[in-house]
């Protein structure tokens, strides 16, 4: 299948500057395409989706080059934004950028071999360049009504816009004229709100080139959830692609807890599943829901992709620990990724009887004489096992490698009690 039939089976193409010329120069011969990120911070699920264009592309045989805006990161982008964006200091900017250099040759092997994508910094062409060659070789061939019209420019002209935001069109204009003639890149992809940048890069390489320069824009649609709130969001704010922002559990549960309206889409757009697969598993969401199985296969293989074999193993083992409460095999790294969101206490590491651990350690139970009728009835649970002696003491050795205790209460109330040494702060 040609790549731009498989994109649109997808859906994801939003616009493209020529489609007939862009599909015509695939058929002649392997493209260059780029698309570029700024190291304004880590990089969230959202940012993944060109980046997964990019590896289509490369599988369906063409050159991908993924940049990462050490220049544009410094100016910031106005796209999609209602007021000035707060300027990075350059050390701060240096940091994302190690951070998602690692991050995408951790994803996608950029910068690994020859073969593999490949990984540029604008920085490189950019920062020698003087103001006056600046602004006679490049700020020439840019007409400020035309800069004005640009969606991204003219959104912003009632609340202002400060010249630096003004100029960041030009400076990536000046990346895809430098990928073109550096790097055979024909194509830009983009997400929606970059199409006013994409298309200043194409009139900027046809003034200095030729009005027959073979180069194309594509955007890629806004991806909106079924119930029209943004995607990519939940009630703790963004989901990032790091297992220090997000653990490969809560991860793993986002994708799996998808709305059968949206799971199709999001097996297309990321997983590289194949079009028999995944009609299959829309038929599943059509005649089975209650299995989802689209909802499993999608948090596999984002899970996989993201953070390996070992993380999604782990993923899995705690799902299947909490939906079953049979708890105590987990390791304590699970315990702890698992349960971070569930209401936590700290005890100290000694032994207490039960009732006075519960009520005057850790204050699960409101009293002694609930914490005794809980216990008596079946409703305590302590590291995967039922407690109903009123006489058992806890013991610190017999925790999560000491270091945390697991309390169920009834049969869905859960909390993580951390043990710290006795006479340590709390």
């Known amino acids: 299948m ?3 039939d498989e994109l649109e089976w997808r859906g994801a193409i939003n616009q493209q500057t020529d489609e007939a010329g862009l599909r015509e120069l695939i058929s002649e011969k392997e493209i260059g395409v780029y698309c570029g990120i700024d190291p304004t911070g880590g990089m969230h699920i959202g940012h993944l989706i060109p980046f997964m264009i990019l590896k289509r592309f490369q599988l369906a045989g063409h050159k991908p080059v993924i940049l990462i805006g050490g220049a544009t990161g410094s100016i910031g982008d106005p796209s999609g934004k209602s007021e000035e964006r707060v300027l990075q200091s350059t050390e701060q900017v240096q940091a994302n950028i190690e951070k998602l250099t690692v991050q995408m040759q951790k994803l996608f092997d950029a910068g690994k071999d020859e073969k593999s994508i490949r990984l540029v910094n604008n920085l490189e062409w950019t920062e020698n360049l003087t103001l006056l060659d600046f602004l006679r070789n490049v700020g020439k061939s840019f007409n400020v009504n035309t800069m004005l019209s640009k969606d991204i420019v003219a959104s912003r002209l009632e609340t202002g816009i400060s010249f630096t935001e003004f100029t960041y069109q030009i400076l990536q204009s000046m990346d895809f004229l430098h990928l073109y003639r550096n790097e055979d890149v024909q194509l830009q992809i983009g997400g929606a709100d970059q ?3 994409i298309t200043a890069g194409l009139e900027f390489i046809r003034k200095q080139e030729s009005a027959e320069a073979k180069a194309f824009g594509l955007t890629i649609p806004l991806l909106l959830k079924a119930d029209g709130t943004k995607f990519g969001k939940t009630a703790g704010g963004a989901v990032w692609l790091d297992p220090e922002e997000t653990t490969p559990y809560e991860f793993y549960q986002f994708w ?8 199709v889409r999001y097996l297309k757009y990321f997983t590289f599943l194949s079009q028999d697969d995944i009609n299959d598993l829309a038929e599943q969401v059509e005649t089975e829901p209650h299995k989802r199985a689209a909802q499993k296969t999608l ?10 074999e070992e993380a999604l193993a782990d993923a899995e083992k705690i799902t299947a620990a909490l939906f079953s409460g049979e708890v105590k095999d987990l390791t304590a790294k699970q315990i702890e990724e698992g349960f971070k969101n569930m209401p936590t206490f700290e005890a100290p590491k000694e032994k207490r009887n039960i009732v006075e651990w519960l009520v005057d350690v850790v204050g699960i139970e409101p009293s002694r004489r609930q914490a005794r009728e809980d216990i008596k009835n079946g409703a305590i649970s302590i590291n995967g096992e039922k407690e109903t002696d009123v006489e058992a003491i806890i013991k610190p050795e017999n925790s999560f490698e000491e270091r945390f205790i697991l309390v169920r209460k009834g049969k869905k109330k859960y909390f993580l009690v951390k043990l710290i040494e006795s006479g340590e702060k709390r």
Do not use: S
């Open 195 to 197: 199409w006013g940048n």
């Open 256 to 263: 799996l807890n998808q709305d059968d309206r949206d799971v």
């Open 2 to 4: 040609n790549i731009i």
């Open 299 to 308: 948090a596999r293989e984002m899970t996989l992709f993201v953070h390996g």
